[in-house]
Structures are given as structure tokens and as C-alpha cells.
């Protein structure tokens, strides 16, 4: 009886002493797998070859916009082309200054896609920045072919190239507002892409513009007032479904930006000089409409406000 007491008490206390082997062990490899390695650190790491192709492209594509207008090539420069073909949804040249901005927070993301802003906690859209990173390479090359298409007055291609560069801005767009983005890419990622896709929604507007008046399309007879007003319009509408369903404020920034800069056209000695009022009461009814919108996007979220977060998650 003593024996068979003894007999379990070993076996009870051999299994204790397992169990505590096999939980120390558990331990020791959760804890190891917690810690991260140098090997960790390189897969999270964007790959050289999206860092180098999207740098090069978009290096390539500044230096050429640079460029073009500095020579200038066909000895025209970029405004002076769109001067050639004169229309009522032109905006003044002050707009174009916007691409200064375009080009600085383009380059910000390029920096970003180093690994130079991570935290010690690798958080870090890698799989992200991989996807976008073909279309802004593409984009960047389709950007630089669209100089030269439009120096040399090759303006069906130029149409072509932007719609193209159109088509790439929306794919990543998409993208981003799918995912799940921190702070800081909010601002490296998502702020240059919805100023970009902004401008090029207004470029590739007045690039359909400027091409059916480089053909001689008679606009059906209608005056092209008329039809100035219509694509005003149209384009209202699209910035404000965008600026609306998508909740992008930056988007929405570059819409009244352009109006803006329209209306500057229409209004100035230099340019219509108030020959068309009823354009300039839709433009300004415009701005404002799209103002309204852009402030309701940004107070309509509490707590992007308290956090001055200008991009809400999207579900």
C-alpha cells in the first residue's frame, strides 16, 4: 500500500517536472519568435529593384518637365503650347505652380520607400508600396513621353499618354484607400497620390479640351461657352463624387485649385478679361460647392480632427 503511494507520488512528480520542461521550452520560443531578427528587417524592406526603377523613372521624369521648358523644346514652352490652342477651360499659368508641390511630395514618397521614416516597430507597407510602385513607374514614363508628345504638337498622343497616366493614378488610389495606413503613411503615401490624381483629372480634362480644338471640331454648332460650362460641370461632379465617397480632402484641394485658376483666367486683363460672366458665376458657385464639400469631409470625423488626419479609413 506505502509502495503503490510512494509509486504515484514519483510518477505525479516526474510529470510535474515534464510539464515544466515542456512549458519553459514554449516560453524560450515564443520569446525568440517575438524578437525581431536581421532577417525580419531585410523582408520588410522594399526590394532594390522598386526602389531603383521608381526613383530612376521619376528622377527622369522632373529632369524632362525641367528641361523642356528651359531650352525649350520645339522651342515652345509647355504653356505656350496650350496658349497655341486656346480655349475657355484653360486655366492662367499662376495654376501651374501646383506641380512644384506635386513633384516635392512625390519625392518625399520616393525617400520614404528607403525605410527612412520606420519606427522601431517595422511597421511598413512593403507589399503596398510594391504594387504602387509599378503603376508610379509607369506613370512616370508615360509623364515624360507626354512632354515630348506635346512640344512636337502630337496632341492625339498626348491625350493617349495622359489618359494613361489617368489609369495608373486610379489603380493606386484604390489601393490606398483600401488599406489600412498609419499616419505617417497617410502623408508620404496618400497625400502626394490624391494631389497628383487630382491635377491629372483637371490635365486630362482640358487635354480632350485642346485636342477637339487642335481637329477643328465645331462643338455641333453649339458656342463653346456652352460647352465650357457643360465640362465645368461634369467635372464638379466628378470632384465631388470622388472628394465625397472617398472622403480625400487632398484630392479635393487640387479640384479647386484648377477652378481657381480658371477663374483667374477668365477674370484678368491678361487673359478673357469678364468677356463670359455666366462662366465665372459657375465657377464660383463651383469653388464654393467644392469647398462645402471638402470642409464637411473634414469636420464630419471627430477624431480626424483631433488627430489632423485629413484621410478617414474607408470600410
Not at 514614363?141 to 512632354?147: G, K, Q, S, Y
Not at 495608373?168 to 489601393?175: E, G, Q, T
Not at 487673359?271 to 464630419?300: A, E
Request: proline share 2%; aromatic share 14%.
Amino acid at each position: 500500500m506505502e509502495e503503490n503511494i510512494e509509486g504515484k507520488a514519483e510518477s505525479n512528480l516526474e510529470a510535474n517536472r515534464d510539464n515544466t520542461v515542456e512549458n519553459t521550452v514554449e516560453n524560450t520560443a515564443e520569446t525568440t519568435l517575438e524578437i525581431p531578427s536581421d532577417n525580419d528587417a531585410e523582408n520588410n524592406s522594399v526590394s532594390t529593384f522598386t526602389k531603383v526603377h521608381t526613383t530612376v523613372s521619376f528622377a527622369v521624369m522632373v529632369f524632362i518637365n525641367f528641361f523642356a521648358n528651359v531650352v525649350p523644346f520645339n522651342k515652345m514652352t509647355t504653356g505656350e503650347v496650350s496658349d497655341f490652342y486656346p480655349n475657355l477651360f484653360a486655366p492662367a499659368g499662376v495654376a501651374f505652380s501646383i506641380w512644384r508641390v506635386i513633384y516635392l511630395l512625390l519625392a518625399a514618397y520616393t525617400i520614404y520607400q528607403f525605410d527612412l521614416f520606420k519606427k522601431k516597430d517595422r511597421i511598413f507597407s512593403k507589399d503596398l508600396i510594391e504594387k504602387i510602385g509599378i503603376f508610379f513607374s509607369i506613370s512616370s514614363i508615360t509623364n515624360t513621353a507626354w512632354i515630348f508628345a506635346w512640344h512636337y504638337n502630337s496632341i492625339g498622343m498626348s491625350l493617349i499618354l495622359i489618359a494613361i497616366i489617368l489609369v495608373c493614378l486610379i489603380f493606386i488610389n484604390l489601393k490606398l484607400n483600401k488599406a489600412n495606413l498609419v499616419t505617417r503613411e497617410k502623408l508620404f503615401l496618400k497625400l502626394p497620390f490624391s494631389i497628383y490624381f487630382g491635377w491629372i483629372t483637371i490635365a486630362a480634362i482640358a487635354n480632350t479640351v485642346i485636342f477637339l480644338s487642335s481637329i477643328g471640331w465645331n462643338w455641333f454648332g453649339i458656342p463653346e461657352s456652352v460647352w465650357t460650362i457643360l465640362v465645368l460641370l461634369l467635372t464638379l461632379l466628378i470632384g465631388g463624387i470622388v472628394i465625397f465617397k472617398k472622403q480625400d480632402f487632398a484630392y479635393g484641394l487640387s479640384i479647386i485649385w484648377a477652378f481657381i485658376g480658371i477663374l483667374i483666367r477668365h477674370t484678368s486683363e491678361d487673359g478673357f478679361g469678364g468677356k463670359y460672366p455666366v462662366i465665372i458665376i459657375v465657377l464660383i458657385i463651383s469653388i464654393i460647392l467644392l469647398l462645402i464639400t471638402n470642409v464637411y469631409v473634414l469636420v464630419s470625423d471627430k477624431e480626424k480632427l483631433k488627430s489632423f488626419r485629413l484621410f478617414k479609413r474607408l470600410k
